[in-house]
């Protein structure tokens, strides 16, 4: 025999590692079936055609040339051949740079406002010791569940009053400061522990000092979900700002848009390039602010 003949062919080892196939597990470890994963991606997918599929249908509608047809059946997704033109039509309507503008200082200062005085009342009602502060909690979870439409007219009665009718400061004020976001300040600041502000407290921190240096910057993301919830409520209001403006040069943008509606009904290209001009800022803050608003679900946690 030869020496190749003697030699015995090599079996694998019996302790070999298998190869495993990698199991798909939730987040606490338990293994989801196929199937189940399956359906998972189904609604999802269900869910991002309901919530973003109009927006992108108004995106190619606003792309489309006027030699296109937008009603076809089956429609046509994608525009054959691209163009912005409507967008300068827009502009050429209506001054729809303008009312961007002033939309932009009620948003921007309807901001400020509700997180400077958010952050304030949110810290007094979960930090500070005082008589009636359950009362005060209860008045703003009562404040929530009033609907605006059976308030508006006393709104406009005390803008009138105040001389701030058909103003800028008219359209601000009623939202300056919102009762959610009160409440949402609220319970960011009590998820902080408070060993924090106590050893802040024994090195002769006051007040001001342990709300501006230890409690404000522990709720940043709480404070961009109240800062993103601000801007989108000012951007899109239109009942109140169609109430209380007359002057065509003070309009917003959700006033100015309606024009598109009445005067070009049926001309859908000129609404769509319109609407794309009024989402474009709330995309664009998301996109800024998104890092801090999903930090927002975890507000408080003790970082070691």
């Not at 009602?125 to 009636?132: I, K, N």
């Not at 403006?245 to 769509?272: C, M, Q, W």
Request: charged content about 20%; aromatic content about 10%; proline content about 6%.
């Amino acid at each position: 025999m030869s020496v190749a003949e003697k030699v015995p062919e090599a079996s694998p080892a019996p302790d070999a590692p298998r190869r495993r196939r990698k199991r798909v597990t939730d987040e606490h470890g338990r293994h989801v079936r196929a199937w189940e994963l399956a359906l998972r991606y189904l609604l999802l997918l269900a869910v991002l055609a309901l919530t973003v599929g109009p927006f992108v249908w108004q995106l190619s509608t606003s792309l489309k040339g006027p030699t296109e047809d937008i009603f076809s059946s089956p429609p046509k997704f994608l525009p054959g051949d691209p163009t912005l033109h409507n967008y300068e039509r827009v502009a050429e309507t209506i001054p729809v740079w303008d009312y961007a503008l002033n939309s932009l200082k009620v948003a921007a200062a309807n901001v400020v406002t509700n997180c400077v005085g958010a952050a304030l009342a949110g810290y007094a009602l979960a930090r500070l010791r005082y008589r009636g502060r359950r009362v005060a909690t209860l008045v703003f979870i009562l404040a929530m569940l009033v609907p605006v439409e059976g308030i508006i007219i006393a709104q406009f009665t005390t803008m009138r009053e105040l001389g701030l009718n058909n103003t800028l400061v008219g359209v601000l004020l009623p939202g300056s400061i919102g009762a959610m976001n009160v409440l949402l300040m609220r319970n960011a600041f009590l998820n902080l522990p408070y060993e924090i502000e106590e050893a802040a407290y024994v090195d002769g921190a006051n007040t001001w000092q342990r709300f501006l240096r230890i409690a404000l910057p522990s709720v940043k993301g709480t404070l961009a979900v109240v800062a993103i919830f601000a801007f989108m409520f000012s951007w899109d209001d239109f009942l109140w700002p169609l109430i209380v403006l007359s002057d065509p040069d003070k309009f917003t943008l959700t006033i100015g848009l309606n024009y598109l509606h009445g005067t070009f009904a049926n001309d859908e290209r000129l609404v769509a390039a319109g609407t794309i001009i009024a989402v474009a800022p709330l995309i664009a803050l998301f996109a800024c602010l998104q890092r801090y608003f999903f930090r927002g679900v975890g507000e408080g946690a003790v970082k070691g």
